[in-house]
């Protein structure tokens, strides 16, 4: 099927792509570098290595890889993190660590998607150094060494990591205290998970259910559970897990 211009093809490989005709994306995509190349772009580039992620499609990447360093979009940044992603989720570190490392130029979205795909293969140490090397972080930068120190056993890092990151003046969210109080939970420090209770309310969290839930689960591994029944009654939306949350408090 013909398209008529550039913007044309691009739009029928990612609307294919959006609305799970993962098939007929592809089959576009291979028209596109049969019959109309001069059409492709960081766009194009961009939504076929997010397919490939989501597809778990190894072999198609790497083709998409090489593809985009024969047309000269392999420095692009808009490119970089869906690439870092694909070969993260493929459990390819390696190979998405050795990109990151030849790229010319990095923005914080590249370096928290790296810093996810180490932590998540287990490679804290790496994490930390490229965490430290930063010239700019965000609050997700903060959130996700966090949340990977927690998930490798970690737990005093976290909560340290924590205090570092309200020192330095960044904004939590939920992420950030779920993980802070699930730590807090695995080491029993019910002192610091009460403070970070504090700082839940001063930051008007104290409604998010996802966090509501944190907090029970911290004070029930602290043995607190009247504090635990006490959050549980205040939250304003309940589910499952919440409900899960404090009956395991109770056993």
Known sequence: MPFPDGASWNLAISGYANYGSSTDAVGVYKLTLKDAVMNLNQNTFSTMLILCSNCRWMDLGRQIHGQILKFGFGSYVFVGCPFLNMYAKLGLIFHAKGYNDEMPE??????????????????????????????????????TMISG???????REAVDMFREMILAGFTMDQFTFGSVLT??????ALGEGKQIHAYVIRTDHKDNVFVGIALVDMYSKCKSIKSGETVFKRMTQKNVVSWTAMLVGYG
């Open 106 to 143: 990095r923005n914080v979205v590249m370096c928290n998607t790296m810093i996810i795909g180490l932590m998540r293969r287990g490679m804290v140490e790496e994490s930390k150094h490229l965490f430290h090397g930063l010239k700019e972080r965000d609050s997700i930068s903060w959130t």
């Open 149 to 155: 120190l927690m998930q490798n056993g970690m737990e």
């Open 183 to 188: 730590a807090c939970g695995s080491l029993l």
